[in-house]
């Protein structure tokens, strides 16, 4: 895909290269309609989480330095089993759809991180 970018000259001549566009943050999920099937519901956030991780860990695979090294971090923390876990005990005790309940049992993750302080909390971003 080629896209052509215009704007004020600061300098003579011309570059090119490739250009890399940081999608908008998502919205946060809706809290409803509950589950017809809790149980059933829950069970989709394991293999969904299972599936994120394998897709990060392959984009890792053709990535250098920092690039690889935030991607498979990521993929530990999509396929997190504290993460799941809470995730999925949302989805069961609070009838939450299971994209809510993910985003919920991170966004716990997040504050706890934050109160931590320090390293910690400069985790945070990456949780969100």
């Keep these: 895909m080629s896209d052509s970018l215009s704007g004020v000259a600061v300098s003579p001549g011309r570059a090119s290269g490739p250009v890399v566009r940081v999608a908008e943050p998502l919205g946060e999920p809706a809290a409803t ?14 293999p969904a989480a299972a599936i994120v991780a394998g897709r990060l860990e392959k984009q890792a ?11 498979i971090t ?18 069961k005790t ?7 309940a993910v985003h919920q049992a991170a966004e716990g993750f ?4 934050a109160a931590a302080g320090g390293y910690m909390a400069e985790r945070v971003r990456d949780v969100r």
């Design 33 to 46: 309609p509950a589950p017809a099937d809790p149980a059933a519901e829950a069970a989709r956030i394991a």
């Design 61 to 71: 695979e053709t990535a250098t330095g920092e690039a690889a090294t935030i991607l």
């Design 74 to 91: 990521t993929a530990a923390m999509a396929a997190d089993p504290a993460l799941t876990a809470q995730a999925e005990q949302l989805v």
């Design 94 to 100: 609070q009838g939450l759809p299971a994209a809510r």
């Design 110 to 113: 997040a504050e706890a991180l």
